[in-house]
């Protein structure tokens, strides 16, 4: 199947949400629809972006300066657009990324304080003027989302912020999607596996006959 452009789809969502259970059916699904795409995810999606992502998620001594950990998450996407995200998406494939720079709006510009229109601004910096096509954002109550993320693994340093922290990203989440309604879709991720893939991809196929006919 060829598409007559690249397309930078995202997901978004609190801990636990179910971004990497669901990228990994929608990648399924594409290919078996024979779509070409490359699943990439944030920090990370570059040996360098990898190395910036155990930095900033390990547990540390150190007090991490929001400042410092903004500048991180945005030299990681830098080096990932540049070098995987641009690049597939001028071979016209699909991009399916775990996380962009919504995540870095809601972590960093809104719940760490530093500005949501500064930190706006930095991302279109950073990200070389690359927007997502569509992002879906799984949509969860923080808590729910919280111990189903502890029933998998330990948490990392982000995830062992305050249940206040993750509802502030949440409330961000909301009003970005207020904001931007024909790009940022709210998905219920309190549904069962089954039921959130079907709403995703209902909001996938839209966009690939929208943008796409070849
Ligand atoms: N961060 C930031 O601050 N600024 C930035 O700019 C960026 C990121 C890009 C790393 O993100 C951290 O970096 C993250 C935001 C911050 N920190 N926090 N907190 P990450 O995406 O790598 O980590 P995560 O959000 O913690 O992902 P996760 O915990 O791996 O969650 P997930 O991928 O959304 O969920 P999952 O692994 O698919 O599912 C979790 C469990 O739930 C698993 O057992 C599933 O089988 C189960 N599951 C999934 N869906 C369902 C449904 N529908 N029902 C029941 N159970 C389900």
Do not use: W
């Not at 949440?170 to 879709?185: C, D, G, K, Q, V």
Request: charged fraction near 25%; include cysteine; proline fraction near 4%.
């Amino acid at each position: 199947m060829r598409l007559s452009s690249g397309l930078l789809i995202t997901f978004e969502g609190g801990e636990g949400a179910g971004k990497t259970t669901l990228i990994e059916e929608v990648a399924r699904q594409l290919q078996s629809e024979g779509y070409p795409l490359i699943k990439t995810r944030e920090p990370g999606g570059t040996k360098m972006g990898e190395e910036i992502r155990h930095l900033l998620l390990q547990h540390s001594d150190t007090k991490v300066s929001p400042y410092a950990e903004l500048c991180l998450f945005l030299a990681s996407r830098a080096q990932h657009v540049a070098q995987v995200i641009g690049p597939a998406l001028e071979e016209k494939k699909i991009v399916l990324c775990d996380r962009f720079n919504d995540s870095t709006i809601a972590y960093q510009g809104a719940a760490r304080g530093l500005g949501i229109d500064r930190v706006t601004d930095f991302c279109a910096f950073a990200s070389q003027g690359v927007e997502p096509n569509l992002t879906l954002y799984l949509d969860i109550d923080p808590a729910i989302g919280l111990s189903r993320a502890q029933r998998t693994r330990a948490q990392d340093r982000i995830e062992s912020e305050t249940i206040s922290f993750h509802t502030k990203i949440r409330e961000t989440f909301h009003s970005l999607h207020r904001a931007y309604p024909h790009r940022l879709y709210l998905v219920d991720a309190e549904q069962p596996i089954a039921k959130v893939f079907s709403d995703a991809m209902e909001l996938i196929h839209r966009l690939i006959s929208r943008e796409c006919h070849v």
